[in-house]
């Protein structure tokens, strides 16, 4: 059997029971979203467009920016234009820069409608470029993609009967590019129901996990037990929880971790030595944590290169 036909089984049996979420619609789900939160960096009444992007028009959209495409119709988790909002609050690539985060309700219609095909309907928008460029725009692969890849290795995407009824139930399980053999796991809209003993059924997707967003569910220390093992974990989102200091040390094994987020959680400056031990740890979110300024400073002089996000929108 195919790694794609493997990967098709997977996110069949990921799929929540019950009928089939409602049709995303552009002009009344979508481009409001996009008017009030990205048209001021990245259309024309931008007197330069961010990265070279615009989105005020059909054709704009599908030109992509400087760095290639941001859509593939059928595919949010290998387009820009959804990868790019769904990132943690206070990473250094969210979008938008400046502003509130889109809610969780406004990245999921966002998502759904590029999977179900980003249908534009009969929506033209801004003209867009009148000239082709003599020479296509490299697409440049974005650094987390490239990483992913690579921890992909030679791993075959798991088997359908790995994810368990109730786990499929609560989670929302995909690859995290296309092909890719790596889960991105989140808890959208069950994040009440998320406790140790859910936590648990995790255990047999741990070597495939490489996104795992944990905010806002009841997680306690003692649930990050399971993640022993999780050797291609690149990013925990562990924001609005009950976390501290005991389970951010549960967490030392994971020595492909990139971006942590501690984001309104219990932990304390003990909590930072483990932090500094962490190899490939890039950012840290400890805004409204235990952390105090002094901690964070003696952070910052042992870790030098990692990103501090201990006040909103300052990295320290």
Same mark, same amino acid.
């Given at each position: 059997?195919s790694?794609?036909?493997?990967?098709?089984?997977?996110?069949?049996?990921?799929?929540?029971?019950?009928?089939?979420?409602?049709?995303?619609?552009?002009?009344?789900?979508?481009?409001?979203? &996009?008017?009030?939160?990205?048209?001021?960096?990245?259309?024309?009444?931008?007197?330069?467009?961010?990265?070279? @992007?615009? !989105?005020?028009?059909?054709?704009?959209?599908?030109?992509?920016?400087?760095?290639?495409?941001?859509?593939?119709?059928?595919?949010?988790?290998a387009s820009? &234009?959804?990868?790019?909002?769904? #990132?943690?609050?206070?990473?250094?690539?969210?979008?938008?820069?400046?502003?509130?985060?889109?809610t969780?309700?406004? !990245?999921?219609a966002?998502?759904?409608?590029?999977?179900?095909?980003?249908?534009?309907g009969?929506?033209?928008?801004?003209?867009?470029p009148?000239?082709?460029?003599?020479?296509?725009?490299?697409?440049?692969?974005?650094? +987390?993609?490239r990483?992913?890849?690579?921890?992909?290795?030679?791993?075959?995407?798991?088997?359908?009967?790995?994810?368990?009824?109730?786990l499929?139930?609560?989670a929302?399980?995909?690859?995290?590019?296309?092909?890719?053999?790596?889960l991105?796991?989140?808890?959208?809209s069950h994040?009440?129901?998320?406790?140790? +003993?859910? &936590?648990?059924? #995790?255990?047999?997707?741990?070597?495939?996990?490489?996104?795992?967003?944990?905010? +806002?569910?009841?997680i306690?220390?003692?649930? #990050?037990d399971v993640l022993?093992?999780?050797?291609? @974990?690149?990013? &925990?989102?562990?924001?609005?929880?009950? !976390?501290?200091?005991?389970?951010v040390k549960?967490?030392?094994?994971?020595?492909? #971790?990139?971006?942590?987020?501690?984001?309104?959680?219990?932990?304390?400056?003990?909590?930072?030595?483990?932090?500094q031990? @962490?190899?490939?740890?890039?950012?840290?979110?400890?805004?409204?944590s235990?952390?105090?300024?002094?901690?964070?400073?003696?952070?910052?002089?042992?870790?030098?290169? @990692?990103?501090?996000?201990?006040?909103?929108? !300052?990295? +320290?």
């Open positions: 059997m790694n794609m036909m493997l990967v098709s089984l997977l996110l069949g049996a990921a799929q929540v029971t019950g009928p089939a979420p409602d049709r995303v619609e552009f002009e009344r789900d979508v481009l409001p979203v &996009l008017r009030a939160s990205c048209f001021e960096c990245h259309s024309g009444q931008a007197a330069k467009p961010k990265a070279g @992007l615009r !989105i005020d028009g059909l054709q704009w959209i599908l030109a992509g920016g400087k760095n290639g495409s941001v859509l593939t119709p059928g595919n949010a988790s820009e &234009l959804y990868l790019r909002v769904a #990132l943690p609050p206070g990473d250094i690539d969210i979008m938008p820069t400046e502003g509130d985060p889109l969780d309700d406004q !990245i999921d966002l998502k759904r409608w590029i999977d179900q095909g980003a249908n534009f009969s929506w033209k928008g801004e003209l867009g009148r000239k082709p460029e003599a020479e296509p725009k490299p697409v440049v692969e974005p650094e +987390r993609i990483i992913w890849r690579q921890l992909g290795g030679e791993l075959q995407p798991l088997a359908d009967k790995v994810v368990t009824k109730p499929r139930k609560v929302i399980i995909e690859p995290v590019f296309s092909e890719s053999p790596l991105r796991v989140s808890f959208l994040e009440a129901e998320i406790d140790d +003993r859910l &936590l648990k059924l #995790l255990a047999p997707l741990r070597t495939h996990l490489a996104h795992l967003n944990l905010a +806002r569910t009841e306690t220390d003692g649930g #990050l022993k093992g999780a050797t291609a @974990l690149t990013h &925990l989102d562990l924001r609005s929880t009950k !976390i501290g200091t005991a389970g549960a967490l030392a094994g994971l020595t492909e #971790l990139r971006s942590l987020n501690l984001y309104g959680t219990q932990v304390t400056d003990e909590a930072l030595a483990t932090l031990e @962490l190899p490939k740890l890039t950012d840290v979110y400890l805004w409204k235990k952390v105090t300024r002094a901690g964070v400073a003696e952070l910052q002089r042992k870790k030098p290169e @990692l990103r501090v996000r201990w006040e909103p929108g !300052i990295p +320290r």
